[in-house]
């Protein structure tokens, strides 16, 4: 048999039979797209075949493929380890190094404009926000009123948001 005398007949069998085929791996399979690729694999493994012409009943011998591929992809299903969420998230990093990139640009594009801050709007700001002190804890901390206060944190938050990004 030439070489396309054979790629002719695998042709015409898969025209033939394909509707047969997908139907019996489909009623065998969880899902049409697992049936469509060992289908696919039928195929792959009847372009190996050296003499088609020895086949008496190829839609018998496609099936018995396909029960042959379909036994092979269980038995190996079985040997694979169920996956869990908890698995997965052992296999994930929490160190995203682009995560580290990006917190320290923002860090050092803050720590710039902090600095930029004359010294008490910049004391009034850091006390809130790192200590967590109230207006009027402030106020006895710099020496000033809480309406003092209440301005420079005013002028902080207006600065910043006037030079930083709208993302950070």
């Known amino acids: 048999m030439t070489s396309s005398e054979w ?50 009943r190829p839609r018998s011998y496609l099936l018995r493929i396909a029960a042959n591929l379909l036994h092979e992809w269980r038995f190996k299903a079985r040997q694979v380890r169920p996956h869990h969420s908890e698995e997965v998230d052992k296999l994930t990093s929490s160190d995203d190094p682009e995560r580290h990139v990006l917190a320290s640009m923002r860090s050092q594009r803050i720590g710039v404009e902090l600095a930029r801050l004359p010294a008490p709007v910049r004391a ?10 109230s207006y009027e804890e402030i106020a006895k901390e710099m020496a000033v009123t809480p309406r003092m206060v209440k301005r420079y944190l005013l002028t902080a938050y207006a600065t910043l948001r006037a030079t930083l990004p709208q993302d950070m």
């Open 124 to 133: 009034a700001l850091v006390l809130q926000i790192r200590d967590g002190l």
């Open 7 to 56: 790629s002719r007949q695998i042709a015409a069998w898969a025209d033939e039979w394909h509707g047969d085929l997908i139907k019996f791996l489909a009623r065998r399979m969880a899902t049409p797209a697992d049936a469509q690729d060992l289908a696919q694999e039928v195929y792959l493994r009847l372009a190996r075949v050296d003499r088609l012409d020895l086949v008496r």
